[in-house]
């Protein structure tokens, strides 16, 4: 089991940033591949990025891709996920995401999540 907390959300204006942390808890955190997910009002969850668990690769949706980097420390048990360059497309709840299997959190199907925090760019 592996137990995941999100902060870091909140409201900024299109153009600026945000960094979300998540902590992770019980098993090793670095055997687990690690994601950020995000569900927007109405619309299905979808994949944002995920990290390998040794560090070495990352990936990103297309509508993120330049303006998102995701990063983990796994002294720390934490993911962060930086976002610079906000649009009002990107307001969604965004959701912290376990797997062993990288293919799984690319794939939005991991094992573990946490309860997410809200993102909210402004116009």
């Known amino acids: 089991q592996v137990q995941l907390v999100e902060s870091g959300g909140g409201l900024v204006q299109a153009g600026g940033s945000l960094r979300l942390s998540c902590a992770a808890s019980?098993?090793?955190?670095?055997?687990?591949?690690m994601g950020w997910l995000r569900q927007a009002p109405g619309k299905e969850r979808e994949f944002v990025a995920a990290?390998?668990?040794?560090?070495?690769?990352?990936y990103y949706a297309d509508s993120v891709k330049g303006r998102f980097t995701m990063s983990r420390d796994n002294a720390k048990n934490t993911v962060y996920l930086q976002m610079n360059s906000l649009k009002p497309e990107d307001t969604a709840v965004y959701y912290c995401?376990?797997?062993?299997?990288?293919?799984?959190?690319?794939?939005?199907?991991?094992?573990?999540w946490g309860p997410g925090t809200q993102v909210t760019v402004s116009s």
């Open positions: 990290i390998s668990y040794n560090n070495f690769n990352t």
């Open positions: 019980g098993r090793a955190f670095s055997n687990y591949a």
């Open positions: 995401a376990a797997d062993s299997l990288t293919t799984k959190v690319r794939g939005n199907t991991p094992d573990y």
